[in-house]
Antibody, heavy 125, light 108 residues
Framework: QLQLQESGPGLVKPSETLSLTCTVS??????????WGWIRQTPGKGLEWIGS???????YYNPSLKSRVTISVDTSKNQFSLKLSSVTAADTAVYYC?????????????????WGQGTLVTVSS | DIQMTQSPSSLSASVGDRVTITCRAS??????LNWYQQKPGKAPKFLIY???NLQSGVPSRFSGSGSGTDFTLTISSLQPEDFATYYC??????????FGQGTKVEIK
Protein backbone atom coordinates (compact mmCIF):
# COMPACT_ATOMS: atom_id res chain seq x y z
CA GLN A 1 0.00 0.00 0.00
CA LEU A 2 1.35 3.38 -0.98
CA GLN A 3 2.57 5.56 1.87
CA LEU A 4 4.04 9.05 1.80
CA GLN A 5 5.94 10.57 4.72
CA GLU A 6 7.06 14.17 5.03
CA SER A 7 10.21 15.07 6.94
CA GLY A 8 12.13 18.24 7.69
CA PRO A 9 12.55 21.01 10.25
CA GLY A 10 9.46 22.13 12.10
CA LEU A 11 10.83 25.61 12.72
CA VAL A 12 12.36 27.93 10.13
CA LYS A 13 13.55 31.50 10.62
CA PRO A 14 12.13 34.36 8.55
CA SER A 15 14.00 34.99 5.28
CA GLU A 16 15.50 31.50 5.32
CA THR A 17 14.67 28.51 3.11
CA LEU A 18 12.13 25.87 4.10
CA SER A 19 13.22 22.37 3.02
CA LEU A 20 11.04 19.28 3.18
CA THR A 21 11.39 15.75 1.83
CA CYS A 22 8.70 13.22 1.03
CA THR A 23 9.67 9.56 1.20
CA VAL A 24 7.53 7.20 -0.85
CA SER A 25 7.06 3.58 0.20
CA UNK A 26 4.89 0.82 -1.19
CA UNK A 27 5.40 2.03 -4.74
CA UNK A 28 7.98 3.48 -7.07
CA UNK A 29 8.30 7.16 -7.77
CA UNK A 30 9.37 6.16 -11.29
CA UNK A 31 5.80 5.75 -12.47
CA UNK A 32 4.93 7.85 -15.46
CA UNK A 33 1.23 7.95 -14.70
CA UNK A 34 1.60 9.92 -11.52
CA UNK A 35 2.33 13.46 -10.47
CA TRP A 36 4.06 13.95 -7.12
CA GLY A 37 3.30 17.21 -5.41
CA TRP A 38 3.14 19.49 -2.41
CA ILE A 39 0.09 21.14 -0.85
CA ARG A 40 -0.10 23.30 2.24
CA GLN A 41 -2.90 24.16 4.63
CA THR A 42 -3.37 27.27 6.71
CA PRO A 43 -6.37 28.43 8.73
CA GLY A 44 -6.56 31.58 6.66
CA LYS A 45 -6.07 30.34 3.09
CA GLY A 46 -7.21 26.75 3.41
CA LEU A 47 -5.66 24.18 1.09
CA GLU A 48 -3.18 25.65 -1.38
CA TRP A 49 -1.43 23.69 -4.12
CA ILE A 50 2.30 24.52 -4.21
CA GLY A 51 3.62 22.49 -7.13
CA SER A 52 3.91 19.07 -8.75
CA UNK A 53 6.35 17.07 -10.83
CA UNK A 54 6.71 13.89 -12.81
CA UNK A 55 9.75 11.81 -11.83
CA UNK A 56 11.31 12.47 -15.23
CA UNK A 57 10.68 16.21 -15.33
CA UNK A 58 7.73 18.37 -16.21
CA UNK A 59 7.41 20.58 -13.14
CA TYR A 60 4.42 22.81 -12.43
CA TYR A 61 4.35 25.54 -9.81
CA ASN A 62 1.59 27.68 -8.36
CA PRO A 63 2.13 31.08 -10.04
CA SER A 64 1.72 32.85 -6.71
CA LEU A 65 4.72 30.94 -5.27
CA LYS A 66 6.72 30.18 -8.40
CA SER A 67 9.52 32.67 -7.74
CA ARG A 68 10.32 31.02 -4.40
CA VAL A 69 9.65 27.30 -5.00
CA THR A 70 11.82 24.45 -6.19
CA ILE A 71 10.62 20.84 -6.38
CA SER A 72 13.04 18.04 -7.19
CA VAL A 73 13.05 14.24 -7.36
CA ASP A 74 15.63 11.72 -6.16
CA THR A 75 14.70 8.43 -7.79
CA SER A 76 17.56 6.56 -6.12
CA LYS A 77 15.99 7.26 -2.72
CA ASN A 78 12.36 7.18 -3.90
CA GLN A 79 11.94 10.71 -2.58
CA PHE A 80 10.91 14.13 -3.77
CA SER A 81 11.63 17.45 -2.12
CA LEU A 82 10.35 20.98 -1.65
CA LYS A 83 12.36 24.13 -1.13
CA LEU A 84 10.62 27.43 -0.41
CA SER A 85 12.91 30.43 -0.11
CA SER A 86 12.60 33.76 1.68
CA VAL A 87 9.92 32.51 4.04
CA THR A 88 7.75 34.76 6.20
CA ALA A 89 5.19 34.10 8.90
CA ALA A 90 2.60 33.73 6.13
CA ASP A 91 4.33 30.49 5.10
CA THR A 92 3.55 28.89 8.46
CA ALA A 93 1.37 25.92 7.55
CA VAL A 94 0.91 22.18 7.57
CA TYR A 95 2.72 20.91 4.49
CA TYR A 96 1.51 17.75 2.75
CA CYS A 97 3.10 15.70 0.04
CA UNK A 98 0.71 13.85 -2.24
CA UNK A 99 0.51 11.55 -5.20
CA UNK A 100 -1.91 12.37 -7.97
CA UNK A 101 -3.07 9.06 -9.36
CA UNK A 102 -5.56 7.94 -11.99
CA UNK A 103 -8.92 6.51 -11.05
CA UNK A 104 -11.21 5.06 -13.69
CA UNK A 105 -14.87 4.18 -13.82
CA UNK A 106 -17.23 3.59 -16.71
CA UNK A 107 -14.53 4.20 -19.28
CA UNK A 108 -13.56 7.62 -17.92
CA UNK A 109 -10.46 8.31 -15.86
CA UNK A 110 -9.87 11.09 -13.38
CA UNK A 111 -7.05 12.16 -11.11
CA UNK A 112 -7.23 12.16 -7.33
CA UNK A 113 -4.85 12.78 -4.46
CA UNK A 114 -3.38 10.39 -1.93
CA TRP A 115 -1.78 12.34 0.92
CA GLY A 116 1.03 12.02 3.40
CA GLN A 117 0.20 12.67 7.05
CA GLY A 118 1.46 16.26 6.88
CA THR A 119 4.06 18.19 8.84
CA LEU A 120 3.68 21.53 10.61
CA VAL A 121 6.26 24.13 9.69
CA THR A 122 6.37 27.30 11.75
CA VAL A 123 8.22 30.38 10.54
CA SER A 124 9.48 32.33 13.52
CA SER A 125 12.65 33.84 14.85
CA ASP B 1 -7.31 30.03 -12.10
CA ILE B 2 -10.40 27.94 -11.52
CA GLN B 3 -12.05 29.10 -8.30
CA MET B 4 -14.01 26.63 -6.19
CA THR B 5 -16.72 27.86 -3.84
CA GLN B 6 -18.38 25.64 -1.26
CA SER B 7 -21.53 26.25 0.72
CA PRO B 8 -22.33 26.32 3.48
CA SER B 9 -19.03 26.96 5.29
CA SER B 10 -20.41 25.06 8.26
CA LEU B 11 -23.53 23.21 9.29
CA SER B 12 -24.94 21.53 12.37
CA ALA B 13 -26.70 18.21 12.00
CA SER B 14 -27.79 15.21 14.03
CA VAL B 15 -26.93 11.57 13.63
CA GLY B 16 -29.25 10.11 11.01
CA ASP B 17 -29.78 13.41 9.18
CA ARG B 18 -29.37 13.78 5.44
CA VAL B 19 -26.65 16.32 4.70
CA THR B 20 -25.95 18.12 1.44
CA ILE B 21 -22.88 20.22 0.62
CA THR B 22 -22.53 22.14 -2.62
CA CYS B 23 -19.48 23.15 -4.62
CA ARG B 24 -19.44 25.57 -7.53
CA ALA B 25 -16.62 26.04 -10.04
CA SER B 26 -15.89 29.39 -11.65
CA UNK B 27 -15.91 27.71 -15.07
CA UNK B 28 -17.00 24.38 -16.46
CA UNK B 29 -14.85 21.49 -15.22
CA UNK B 30 -16.92 18.70 -16.78
CA UNK B 31 -16.95 15.93 -14.14
CA UNK B 32 -13.41 16.54 -12.89
CA LEU B 33 -14.39 17.08 -9.28
CA ASN B 34 -13.14 15.27 -6.18
CA TRP B 35 -14.34 15.29 -2.58
CA TYR B 36 -12.20 14.79 0.53
CA GLN B 37 -12.98 14.36 4.21
CA GLN B 38 -10.64 15.76 6.84
CA LYS B 39 -10.69 15.15 10.58
CA PRO B 40 -8.73 17.32 13.04
CA GLY B 41 -5.00 16.67 12.93
CA LYS B 42 -5.30 14.29 9.99
CA ALA B 43 -4.65 14.49 6.28
CA PRO B 44 -7.59 14.73 3.89
CA LYS B 45 -9.08 11.38 2.93
CA PHE B 46 -10.07 10.81 -0.68
CA LEU B 47 -13.82 10.07 -0.88
CA ILE B 48 -15.14 10.65 -4.40
CA TYR B 49 -13.59 11.13 -7.84
CA UNK B 50 -15.08 12.14 -11.13
CA UNK B 51 -17.93 13.89 -9.30
CA UNK B 52 -19.82 10.70 -8.48
CA ASN B 53 -17.50 7.69 -8.12
CA LEU B 54 -16.82 6.39 -4.62
CA GLN B 55 -13.23 5.56 -3.76
CA SER B 56 -12.71 2.00 -2.63
CA GLY B 57 -13.83 1.47 0.95
CA VAL B 58 -15.98 4.60 1.21
CA PRO B 59 -19.42 3.84 2.69
CA SER B 60 -22.36 3.94 0.30
CA ARG B 61 -24.11 6.60 2.40
CA PHE B 62 -21.79 9.04 0.64
CA SER B 63 -22.73 10.11 -2.86
CA GLY B 64 -21.75 12.81 -5.29
CA SER B 65 -23.44 14.38 -8.26
CA GLY B 66 -23.14 17.19 -10.74
CA SER B 67 -21.22 18.26 -13.80
CA GLY B 68 -20.13 21.47 -15.43
CA THR B 69 -20.00 24.05 -12.63
CA ASP B 70 -22.34 22.74 -9.93
CA PHE B 71 -21.70 19.74 -7.72
CA THR B 72 -23.15 18.15 -4.60
CA LEU B 73 -21.89 15.84 -1.87
CA THR B 74 -24.66 14.05 0.02
CA ILE B 75 -24.46 11.97 3.17
CA SER B 76 -27.72 10.06 3.30
CA SER B 77 -27.71 9.22 7.00
CA LEU B 78 -25.07 11.03 9.04
CA GLN B 79 -23.01 8.80 11.32
CA PRO B 80 -20.88 9.86 14.31
CA GLU B 81 -17.68 9.23 12.36
CA ASP B 82 -18.82 11.59 9.59
CA PHE B 83 -18.40 14.75 11.66
CA ALA B 84 -15.49 16.36 9.84
CA THR B 85 -14.61 19.03 7.30
CA TYR B 86 -15.28 18.29 3.63
CA TYR B 87 -13.42 19.80 0.69
CA CYS B 88 -14.05 19.79 -3.03
CA UNK B 89 -11.16 19.93 -5.49
CA UNK B 90 -11.08 20.42 -9.24
CA UNK B 91 -8.87 18.04 -11.22
CA UNK B 92 -9.74 19.59 -14.58
CA UNK B 93 -6.45 21.47 -14.65
CA UNK B 94 -4.34 18.65 -13.19
CA UNK B 95 -1.84 19.07 -11.64
CA UNK B 96 -2.79 22.69 -10.97
CA UNK B 97 -5.40 21.88 -8.38
CA UNK B 98 -7.66 24.25 -6.54
CA PHE B 99 -9.79 23.49 -3.54
CA GLY B 100 -12.97 24.77 -2.01
CA GLN B 101 -12.69 26.51 1.35
CA GLY B 102 -14.24 23.60 3.19
CA THR B 103 -17.52 22.77 4.91
CA LYS B 104 -17.38 21.82 8.58
CA VAL B 105 -20.06 19.35 9.64
CA GLU B 106 -20.71 19.68 13.36
CA ILE B 107 -22.90 17.87 15.85
CA LYS B 108 -26.18 19.60 16.61
Amino acid sequence: QLQLQESGPGLVKPSETLSLTCTVSGGSIRTSSYYWGWIRQTPGKGLEWIGSTYYSGGIYYNPSLKSRVTISVDTSKNQFSLKLSSVTAADTAVYYCARDGQYCSGGACYSGLNWGQGTLVTVSS
Amino acid sequence: DIQMTQSPSSLSASVGDRVTITCRASQSISSSLNWYQQKPGKAPKFLIYGASNLQSGVPSRFSGSGSGTDFTLTISSLQPEDFATYYCQQSYRTPMYTFGQGTKVEIK
